[in-house]
């Protein structure tokens, strides 16, 4: 026994000495132009057969590298190749800070860097953006933006040009969670469609997961849109100055201390759409008798488009050794339309905070935190109608940690608590008043787990989180997956799923054709007690939270070096959502306490589903890029006594993009997109009439007739707007100037809808006059960095 004793002594220590005969390489990647960290380049130990992909803020670790002297080399996109040498100690972290020169390195490296990262992460229903995507996408007035790009997505429906929403795999608005450096920007798109609040020279990575996501993410139940911000130029003063006829803007940054490595950045836009329209674009919301009899419009009587917005941000990041990093950041946005006949609507939002990285030394952890608030307000006044409010304030404080394994395997956790107010104030229909003002606090923590085979053929990657409702007395527990088997270099399969809760609901009607008031609730109270399923079975609603299930599928194949395919199927089970009622005729008092919920609670519940499937090729060729994708999707609504398809239920859609650079250095640049949608659904006027007023019993029913109309609607949206297409065009020239190293000057011609397709925006019920979207609209604009 004493012999058995000491042998399994001797292993043991055996096994601790070669374990320790292995150290952690770390470190961060930076660009020596202006300090920041450079995302998703590829860091090699040649000789160790190691290698990483750095993150979003530049970071990577590489754990259990054998003892020993190595070259280390490190690839990025637009950055020369760097090579130096490193020596690994025993059971030591040896940590780096690693400066890439900007340059043209070889065109394999930015083909090809991703594809050994995608063969490690399962990437279901996710896409992840750079700047050079978004600039890629031919928008209005020549100014890029993310909102452009994400209409483009997979999945994505987007109502129109002017107001309309963003729809995500059968999820509404509310049900998409926007951050910016892990902040939620609680309405990110300004009325018209084209502008986001984001300022584009400022995105490092943007992940829209449009499904499925992992654990990290919490509190929506439909998608996520990740975008991140760099820091100030650290090294230098640059910035840059813009102007289209849609908006100008400016971007100022640099080092307020170089030798503490304190920089900051400071950038804002405006749109200036009002004052030129009437210039440039009379003839947009006008009809025949705006004309003189030669059939010209006239320009002073034009009334132009009517959208004003402008967005402020700013940052301070303090920089210390080696990754370790702190910011303060804030920002300002404001939007206000008047849509001709229709409506006044105005927002507004604010906020700030702080973020830090921190790596502890000696230690294999990284360490991100965040605390911030965050404030949105809306109103929209109609001719006749009281005004609608609502408003919402957020404060969070959280903390994610990542863990580095062998073999690109990594453990995720961590934790954030938030606090929230809202207030709302609003008449349906029938003019009756739906209010709610709350308080209410969150908590949620999560772990995630990725396993990387040692054959690197199969990735598995459990997730869970917890989250808590305080406002209704509950904690869910949201069980996450997704998974990918790399059957050989250029196939592989993937699925991804789980259950998802929200404690957020719109303050529009899924039903409304065009909805202009967007504003936030957190679960309401006052909703049935019983929900009556499709079935005919009695469901007890406990409370209002939003819940969901989703399951994607899909597999990728890398039909050549450069022309890529991934096709993806997607099931969402929508099996609690809340909605305004708009049958609401009575009070909810004692005195009507024997009629219906469904007459007198403010807000009613509702389930439904969202299935399809979506085609992508992605060709990557040194001068030509071509991006198409296909979506089929088709979404259901039940609410307990009718089933109905939302006003984003689009059955097809496609997106065509190419991009091609020709001339001296490739300063010529066409970007093309051509965009097809099947028609949205909306509610048919079945009759009109006039509904008597009759106050007394012996009141003449015949001569008590209204002023005004009444319509009579069909049960659900059975009606279809005609096919929505368009083909935008964008031509760019950019001069550089010779012993002007960061001078640059741009001018980029475009046209927007080149052959004027008459989309529909909305159809006056009344008068029935047709309101479309923009028609062509060519453009000129100018932008110069420095």
């Known amino acids: 026994m004493l012999r058995n004793l000491s042998i399994w002594v001797l292993l043991l220590c055996l096994g601790n000495a070669a374990w320790s005969q292995t150290g952690t390489v770390r470190g961060i990647v930076k660009s020596d132009e202006d300090g920041n960290g450079v995302p998703f380049a590829k860091v090699v130990i040649l000789g160790a057969e190691k290698f990483a992909n750095t993150d979003v803020d530049g970071l990577f670790s590489i754990p259990k590298v054998p003892v020993g002297t190595y070259t280390i080399r490190v690839t990025a996109a637009q950055f020369t190749e760097y090579k130096a040498e490193v020596s690994i100690a025993s059971g030591k972290i040896t940590d780096l800070t690693i400066e890439l020169s900007k340059g043209k390195n070889l065109d394999v490296v930015e083909v090809f860097a991703d594809d050994k990262e995608k063969k490690v992460d399962p990437r279901t229903s996710v896409i992840k953006i750079t700047k050079k995507d978004i600039l890629r996408v031919p928008v209005t007035g020549g100014v890029s933006d993310i909102a452009g790009y994400f209409q483009t997505v997979p999945g994505v429906v987007s109502t129109g040009d002017q107001g309309g929403q963003v729809y995500v795999r059968g999820g509404t608005p509310i049900q998409n969670k926007i951050l910016l450096d892990g902040m939620t920007i609680y309405n990110p798109f300004h009325s018209i469609g084209f502008f986001s609040v984001f300022e584009t020279d400022l995105i490092r990575t943007a992940d829209i997961y449009t499904g499925g996501f992992n654990a990290k993410y919490g509190g929506r139940i439909s998608s996520i849109m990740d975008i991140t911000y760099r820091d100030g130029n650290a090294k230098r003063f640059a910035g840059s100055v813009g102007l289209s006829p849609f908006t100008s803007n400016v971007l100022l940054e640099g080092p307020i201390s170089k030798k503490n490595n304190i920089s900051f950045v400071l950038s804002g836009k405006a749109s200036i759409l009002e004052q030129t329209s009437k210039l440039f674009y009379p003839y947009i919301n006008r009809d025949s008798l705006d004309t003189n009899d030669d059939g010209i419009y006239d320009k002073d009587t034009s009334y132009g488009l009517p959208f004003n917005f402008w967005d402020l941000y700013g940052k301070i990041t303090v920089k210390g050794e080696g990754a370790n990093k702190f910011s303060v950041f804030g920002f300002a946005f404001n939007d206000r339309v008047n849509y001709q006949a229709v409506s006044d609507l105005s927002w507004k939002s604010f906020g700030g905070g702080t973020n830090f990285i921190m ?86 923590a999560y772990v995630s787990y990725r396993h990387v085979s040692k054959s690197k053929k199969l990735i598995l990657e459990p997730s869970v989180r917890v989250q808590a409702y305080s406002s209704v007395g509950q904690v869910t527990l949201e069980p996450r997956f997704a998974g990918k088997y790399n059957f050989n270099e250029i196939f592989r399969v993937k699925v991804a799923g789980g259950y998802y809760t929200q404690n957020f609901t719109s303050t529009t009607s899924d039903k409304d054709v065009v909805n202009l008031f967007y504003g936030f609730i957190t679960a309401p109270s006052n909703i049935p007690d019983d929900f009556t399923l499709q079935s005919g079975e009695e469901m007890n609603i406990k409370n ?102 939302p006003v984003f239920d689009r059955r097809h859609n496609i997106n065509l993009i190419a991009t091609y650079t020709f001339g001296k250095n490739d300063s010529w640049e066409v970007t093309s997109r051509w965009n ?67 001078l640059k000057l741009e001018i980029i011609a475009g046209v927007t809808n080149i052959y004027s397709r008459k989309n529909i925006f909305y159809v006056n019920r009344l008068t029935n006059e047709k309101v479309y979207q923009l028609p062509v609209m060519p453009s000129l604009a100018v932008n110069f960095k420095f």
Do not use: C
């Open 359 to 444: 790596v502890p030394m000696n230690s294999e952890l990284f360490m991100k935190g965040r605390l911030n608030f965050s404030s949105y307000d809306i109103s929209l006044e109609e001719e006749n109608l009281e005004p609608r409010t609502s408003g919402i304030f957020g404060g969070e404080m959280a903390f994610d940690f990542t863990y580095y394994l062998p073999r690109k395997t990594r453990l995720d956790y961590g934790f954030g608590f938030s606090y929230f107010r809202t207030e709302f104030r609003t008449f349906n229909e029938v003019n009756r008043i739906i209010e709610q003002n709350d308080n209410t606090i969150e908590a949620g």
């Open 544 to 645: 209002g939270l939003q819940k969901a299930w989703h399951g994607v599928a899909g597999f990728e194949v890398d039909i050549s070096k450069r022309l890529k395919m991934n096709v993806e199927g997607y099931y969402k089970f929508f099996n609690q959502l809340t909605n305004v009622n708009r049958n609401k005729i009575f009070e909810d008092n004692a005195d009507n306490s024997e009629i219906d919920d469904v007459f007198k609670k403010d807000f009613i519940v509702e389930n439904g589903t969202a299935w399809g499937g979506d085609i992508v090729f992605t060709y990557k060729g040194k001068k030509l890029y071509i991006w198409t994708a296909y979506s089929l999707g088709k979404v259901v609504r039940w609410d307990g006594f009718q089933e109905y398809a």
């Open 676 to 742: 097809l949608g099947t028609g949205l659904p909306f509610k048919q006027t079945v009759g009109v009439y006039e509904e008597p007023v009759i106050q007394n019993i012996d009141d003449d029913y015949i001569a008590g007739n209204a002023d005004e109309l009444t319509f009579i609607y069909d049960e659900g949206n059975n009606g279809r707007l005609p096919t929505y297409h368009r083909l935008d065009l964008n031509v760019k020239k950019t001069i550089e100037f010779e012993n002007k190293k960061y």
